[in-house]
């Protein structure tokens, strides 16, 4: 089952957006959630990541300070605030269920349809 990303949009640079993430027709169930996103013409890059339990996170650094992962047990949601976004932010964005190894951005899977972000200059 694939994990469904959604809050995308059109903002001014310096604005902001939430992404949310959630699993249609079922929980959560995975170790980590974390947060990619692919430009046209470039490799998907890992952003950032959090664990289910303990909601442990790990961001890389061009989103560090200006993007926050969180989660909602309640709503079997993962959120991720985007702040102070900037033109070269625009992508794809997508979610998805990680294991242990979440924190090299590597071994993710469930991945669904993303949502576009277009950040203007």
């Known amino acids: 089952v694939q994990l469904q990303a959604s809050g995308g949009g059109l903002v001014q640079a310096g604005g902001s957006l939430r992404l949310s993430c959630t699993a249609s027709?079922?929980?959560?169930?995975?170790?980590?959630v974390g947060w990619f996103r692919q430009a046209p013409g470039k490799e998907r890059e890992f952003l950032t990541a959090?664990?289910?339990?303990?909601?442990?996170?790990v961001y890389v650094d061009s989103v560090k300070g200006r993007f926050t992962i969180s989660r909602d047990n309640a709503k079997n949601t993962v959120l991720l605030q985007m702040n102070s976004l900037k033109p070269e932010d625009s992508a794809v964005y997508y979610c998805?269920?990680?294991?242990?190894?979440?924190?090299?951005?590597?071994?993710?899977?469930?991945w669904g349809q993303g949502t576009q972000v277009t950040v203007s200059s």
């Open positions: 998805a269920e990680g294991g242990k190894t979440y924190y090299t951005g590597k071994g993710f899977r469930s």
């Open positions: 027709g079922r929980t959560l169930s995975s170790y980590a």
């Open positions: 959090i664990t289910w339990t303990g909601g442990y996170t």
